[in-house]
């Protein structure tokens, strides 16, 4: 991918950008949104739990879907395995386990220590939109990590939370709204296949779709890597979780390059904390922990997934810095070139930094579970392949 040239957007019709920095911020838009809808709502979602955010969407999808608006919900079938682990344990669809996701959440289970739960409760909200005439449900989609919402063909809102309480009340997340500029109408056309990626554009999507990029050839992951390669100045990153060896080598070659490197993190994150620690230690020691390198641990879940370079661009989306990420998990993020919008993003990762510790070496992470975490990625990816 060719440099962007970051003096002159590409003339498109213009569009707006809002942070939603945190899930009571985004998700009082979400809802905001959905009750003004007046044609169609999209939701493509990875994690919708049983607990009271989750049956507080149903409730208002089912709402709409009433008063005469077209409810198309597209949720990942893999995502069930996080549902049985963590929070509520309850997923909103996928009551009945079956063979292979029992065995493997029980894995799930035992690896990190969180007894979850396999004993589903029956969802009448579930069943109710089932049933409704204008609700088009998919629920066996699989490796759709997306999280993302459409409203009348006209306004998008994505980025990195869930449907579930821990993502609106607790975790550390970005959504981003975009309107005008024909932003679904763009986001159609790549998930469809009928644009390329355009790092010239004041806005585009960085897209890893089964569909669009079988249609494009294009690599999600070479694209994300280039921007970074790209960096000239800072680089500014939120990020859920790491592992991925070819997004550690960009963030070491940006930071033998003179790049100020800041990177916040969970301390310890849900799931995959182990790679997440060995991917730090790693940019520490092959960079010799340099002033230019900031690594900052935070207490909270960070959830988030954003980016911002030199001040000039910023991406935020679903997409972790991660094997699964970057080659097999469906993924969507928006990157625009509107400075404010950049500087806004810089600014609430560096607000959420101030709660962190600096990383130092030794970091706590194990080898055995190290290796562990790498072996439930690879069996996920063999998953992939055959779906």
């Not at 669809?93 to 959440?105: A, P, S, W």
């Not at 589903?120 to 409704?132: E, G, I, K, N, V």
């Not at 890597?225 to 963030?251: F, K, S, V």
């Not at 600014?347 to 190290?370: C, F, N, Q």
Request: glycine fraction near 8%; include cysteine.
């Amino acid at each position: 991918m060719s440099s962007p040239s970051l003096a002159a957007p590409a003339a498109e019709p213009n569009a707006s950008f809002e942070l939603l920095a945190g899930g009571p911020t985004a998700y009082a838009r979400i809802f905001d949104r959905i009750a003004t809808a007046r044609r169609s709502i999209l939701v493509r979602a990875f994690e919708w739990r049983d607990d009271e955010t989750g049956r507080d969407l149903a409730r208002a999808l089912l709402a709409a879907a009433d008063r005469g608006v077209n409810v198309t919900i597209i949720k990942d079938h893999v995502g069930a395995y996080y549902e049985y682990l963590e929070a509520s344990n309850q997923s909103l669809f996928h009551k009945d386990v079956e063979l292979v996701q029992r065995l493997g959440t029980w894995v799930l289970m035992g690896f990190y220590g969180r007894w979850g739960s396999l004993r589903q409760t029956p969802s009448p909200l579930a069943d109710a939109m089932r049933a409704h005439p204008r609700v088009r449900l998919v629920t066996d989609k699989r490796f759709d990590h997306s999280k993302l919402y459409v409203f009348d063909d006209q306004s998008v809102i994505l980025g990195g939370m869930g449907i579930g309480d821990d993502f609106r009340h607790v975790n550390i997340d970005f959504m981003v709204e975009i309107t005008g500029g024909r932003a679904a109408e763009r986001l159609a056309d790549r998930y469809e296949g009928r644009a390329s990626f355009d790092p010239e554009r004041s806005f585009d999507y960085l897209l890893h779709s089964v569909q669009g990029c079988a249609a494009t050839g294009e690599s999600m992951a070479a694209q994300r890597l280039a921007l970074i390669n790209d960096t000239r100045e800072r680089l500014t990153i939120a990020m859920a979780y790491l592992g991925d060896p070819a997004a550690t080598d960009a963030l070491v070659a940006a930071v033998r390059r003179g790049v100020r490197v800041t990177l916040l993190t969970a301390a310890r994150a849900n799931v995959g904390g182990d790679l997440n620690l060995a991917a730090c230690a790693a940019l520490l020691r092959r960079t010799g922990g340099p002033e230019n390198l900031r690594i900052v641990l935070h207490p909270t879940m960070v959830h988030g997934k954003a980016l911002v370079g030199d001040g000039a661009w910023a991406t935020v989306g679903s997409t972790n810095f991660t094997v699964l990420s970057h080659g097999d998990y469906e993924e969507v993020d928006l990157y625009c070139r509107d400075r404010a919008f950049a500087r806004e993003v810089e600014r609430a990762i560096e607000r959420e930094a101030l709660a962190g510790s600096p990383a130092r070496l030794p970091l706590a992470y194990k080898p055995i579970r190290l290796a562990i975490e790498w072996g439930v990625s690879a069996y996920q990816g063999r998953k992939r392949a055959r779906h």
